[in-house]
């Protein structure tokens, strides 16, 4: 079982609506990034957080310490958001190591 | 300009060679890093360097040796190819603490023959 899980590990959506990506992981930790992977291959830092909530254009990251649950939310989605979004979470006293979730491959279709 | 790059893209040779793949940091990070994503896209850290320092070795056979000659380089080198050393390579950057930013390679497409 993997220390940071993922949910779902698929989904598929219509353009223009809400989707959320949830993130759960097992222990305390000090951060915790989202990524996206484009088909492409290449692979994008969307955000980092610790706490709170944070927002950059269509994208929401949010972050409940307590629960050890993050998600991350695309409002108007769009075909281009199409990609693989991957947790990654540091535990705490692990400097520099990350451990990822599985992904979450995301279709928007037109 | 690109920020980390690497090379190169892909890279197809038989078992038993030895190769290396290299990257580069342009953004005076003082940190960089070796993950290996396997076929079901599984992201795992491999190596980190801190100012040329190793910081992570994580459970990677001795095959594989990283070498960092200044903090904006940190190269891998790999002998003795194996069937099960094809994967995608990425390399990373970031400041100081593992709570920064990652910042990412186009990553190295190994196939191993």
């Known amino acids: 079982k993997n220390e940071v899980e993922q949910s779902p590990q698929n989904l598929t959506a219509q353009e223009g609506e809400f989707i959320t990506i949830n993130c759960s992981y097992s222990?305390?930790?000090?951060?915790l990034h989202w990524l996206q992977q484009h088909p492409g291959g290449g692979i994008v830092s969307l955000f980092m957080?610790?706490?709170g909530k944070k927002k950059h254009g269509r994208l929401i990251a949010t972050i409940n310490i307590q629960e050890k649950h993050s998600s991350l939310h695309i409002t108007a989605s769009h075909p281009r958001d199409s990609a693989v979004y991957i947790c990654?979470?540091?535990?705490?006293?692990?400097?520099?190591?990350?451990?990822f979730g599985t992904g979450t491959l995301l279709a928007v279709q037109p | 300009d690109t920020a980390v790059s690497q090379t190169p893209k892909y890279l197809v040779t038989q078992m038993g060679n030895d190769k290396s793949i290299k990257c580069e940091q342009n953004l005076g990070h003082d940190t960089m890093y070796w993950y290996k994503q396997d076929s079901k896209k599984f992201l795992k850290i491999m190596f980190s360097?801190?100012?040329?320092?190793l910081i992570i070795n994580e459970t990677v056979p001795n095959r594989f040796s990283p070498k960092s000659p200044d903090k904006a380089h940190l190269n891998l080198h790999i002998n003795s190819l194996e069937l099960g050393d094809s994967a995608v390579y990425f390399c990373?950057?970031?400041?100081w603490g593992g709570g920064e930013k990652l910042f990412f390679g186009s990553g190295t497409q190994l196939s191993v023959l």
């Open positions: 957080l610790s706490s």
């Open positions: 222990v305390g930790i000090s951060a």
């Open positions: 360097y801190n100012n040329k320092e």
């Open positions: 990373a950057s970031s400041q």
């Open positions: 990654a979470v540091r535990f705490e006293g692990a400097t520099n190591k990350l451990i």
